[in-house]
């Protein structure tokens, strides 16, 4: 499957210290450039396709082409006015670059779409989201986090079922595994697109109901999923995350802060964990740490 990566043009009000998201400096590095890292070892994604200002996009590569080989390829887009019509124009211009085979319709394929604001992302957090969501029982899955995000640094969080994050409350992910073609309500559609343009206006909208479901006190996962796809018209799923790295994004300057000030933290805490097989995790890429060759320090 295809990753989408949002990296959205934001209007001055919106940008933090004067940036868009996505090309906020965390130790050095442009945050959609650790999103990419992530992306890049995650084995059931063929490419990477990053949306938003080209420009901008292709400056953040190049500052780290020299001391990063990508081994996935990446395909850069421009956005467009609306979320659809940015993912059919990144299809075309895919195909251009020969990178969709015939016949194939990158809309009606199942793909993930992600933000290039959560640096904290991981490889195995990926692919265990992807591993956890069938395809054949919803088109639609989102990533939800087990009580807060930022709990993550306090102790260790293990997988629990949903049941028990009833108990605990959910946080809202930024993993979603979709069909586009999927969602058969036109209106649903404007609401995602509303939400995706008022990034780039002054107009406000209100938040997609969604966000507004997630945060209602004793309204369960379950009823969550059933809401939302009567709202989509389709199958709609909630998969939950061990971890917390997905929801963890630069979305003000109070959030932008805590991801700086808790980078070696994170570093650290992925030390800490191993893969089934016992392995070492990586605190860069997020999988079994091995010995590197291409240049990267821990």
């Known amino acids: 499957m295809n990753a989408f990566v949002f990296a959205n043009t934001q209007n001055p009000k919106q940008q933090i210290n004067g940036m868009n998201a996505s090309f ?11 999103v990419l890292m992530a992306l890049d070892r995650v084995t059931q994604i063929e490419k990477v396709i990053v949306i938003g200002a080209t420009k901008e996009i292709m400056r953040a590569i190049e500052s780290v082409i020299f001391e990063i080989p990508f081994q996935k390829r990446i395909v850069v887009a421009e956005e467009k006015e609306y979320f659809l019509e940015s993912v059919s124009f990144a299809e075309i211009e895919s195909r251009k670059k020969g990178g969709v085979p015939d016949g194939l319709n990158m809309i009606s394929e199942p793909a993930l779409f992600l933000p290039g604001n959560i640096p904290f992302l991981t490889t195995a957090e990926v692919s265990r989201f992807i591993l956890a969501c069938d395809m054949t029982e919803a088109d639609c899955y989102l990533s939800v986090i087990p009580g807060k995000p930022t709990s993550f640094f306090k102790a260790e969080q293990t997988q629990t079922d949903l049941a028990d994050g009833e108990k605990q409350g959910l946080s809202l992910g930024r993993l979603l595994l979709a069909k586009c073609d999927a969602i058969g309500d036109s209106d649903a559609i404007k609401q995602i ?12 909208f209100h938040p997609l109901q969604l966000e ?25 799923k909630l998969t939950q995350c061990a971890t917390a790295g997905n929801a963890l994004c630069a979305e003000d300057k109070k959030s932008y802060q805590f991801l700086l000030d808790h980078f070696e933290d994170w570093r650290k805490h992925i030390m800490t964990l191993k893969t089934e097989e016992g392995d070492k995790i990586c605190s860069i890429s997020g999988t079994a740490c ?8 821990h």
């Open 212 to 236: 507004t479901l997630l945060k209602k006190i004793n309204i369960s996962p379950s009823e969550i999923e059933k809401q939302v796809s009567t709202l989509l018209k389709t199958r709609f």
């Open 290 to 297: 091995d010995a590197h060759d291409d240049g990267h320090e």
């Open 193 to 204: 697109e509303q939400h995706y343009k008022s990034r780039k206006t002054d107009q406000i």
């Open 24 to 34: 906020l400096p965390l130790a050095g590095r442009p945050l959609l450039i650790y």
